[in-house]
């Protein structure tokens, strides 16, 4: 079975990367890849008929918020997935749980789906809190949500983003599973999609790929 590849381009490229790149994959991709460019060039992307996310969306639709960008101004432009609570939001922008799960409930019933990211820290997982912290982080992201149509959850270990370290196929499929499980406890919800991300390449995807209860990278 094929599976989903996400690729979040950050902060990275300027306008000669962007048609550089663009021009590299053209006619090379399938409908289960999804780039998510920053959001100055997402009609670049858009007009290829591609399968399209952006970085991050805000909790409103509407209104005085110099800088955000609204789920509904996103799926009216034609994007189809959104990416809420990545670390480095956390991290740089203090995001919370409860910001995360104002986002998630505007940008599903605007139609987006929603790439939710989870993951523990380094000490976090030294101190086998990874299972704890992912619950909660579930919890707290999901607690207003009623309507899960359109959600995904994307596994990313924070000592693993950017480092070359991955976790082991074993741990990643177990976690894939608790993830799976607290879910379905909590919001009855049969077999959420699960990604995993992490120091993912060219050198490891082939064995990673093997993990059975992920959906994508």
Known sequence: ???????????????????????????????????????????????NNWQ????????????????????FQAKSLGVDFCIIGHSERRKYFHENNNEISDKISNALKCGLKVILCVGET???????????????DLYQALVNQSNLDGLWIAYEPLWAIGTGQVASNSDINRIAL????????????????????????????EELNKIPSIQGF
């Open 1 to 47: 079975m094929s599976k989903y590849l996400v690729c979040n381009q950050k902060m990275l490229m300027m306008p000669s990367d962007v048609l550089e790149f663009l021009n590299t994959v053209k006619g090379k991709l399938s409908n289960q890849v999804v780039l998510c460019p920053s959001s100055l060039y997402l009609p670049y992307y858009l007009k």
């Open 52 to 71: 399209v996310g952006i970085q991050n969306v805000y909790s409103q639709n509407k209104g005085a918020y110099t800088g955000e960008v609204s789920p």
């Open 122 to 136: 380094l000490e976090e997982k030294s101190l086998n809190k990874t299972e704890f912290v992912l619950k909660k």
């Open 178 to 205: 608790f993830i799976k499980d607290v879910v379905k406890q909590y919001k009855n919800i049969e077999d959420i999609p699960i990604l995993y991300g992490g120091s993912v390449s060219s050198d490891n995807i």
